[in-house]
């Protein structure tokens, strides 16, 4: 286990029921309703990711790779809907 990985031990109940710890629920940000994609990664071993809401998606700074062209072009088209250029 590496310096960034937390090991918790969760019960199972049951129906099948995976029980979080109220560590990990903090750790991970887990709110009622949230939801977790559980995927098998090898034969014993399960990996639970949390899934981002739309919210958080939305939240998220967005990344775009323009060019310098298409920087002044969009300058350009700006300064047009302001009237700042014609």
Not at 26 to 43: C, F, Q, R
Not at 51 to 60: G, H, N, S, V
Not at 63 to 70: A, I, N
């Amino acid at each position: 286990m590496n310096s960034n990985t937390s090991e918790f031990k969760l019960k199972v109940g049951k129906k099948g029921e995976i029980y979080t710890t109220a560590k990990l629920r903090k750790i991970l940000n887990l709110k009622p309703g949230s939801t977790v994609i559980a995927k098998v990664v090898s034969e014993g071993k399960l990996l639970i990711e949390v899934t981002p809401t739309i919210e958080e998606l939305l939240k998220k700074p967005k990344k775009v790779k323009l060019s310098v062209e298409e920087i002044e072009n969009l300058s350009v088209e700006v300064q047009k809907e302001v009237d700042i250029v014609e």
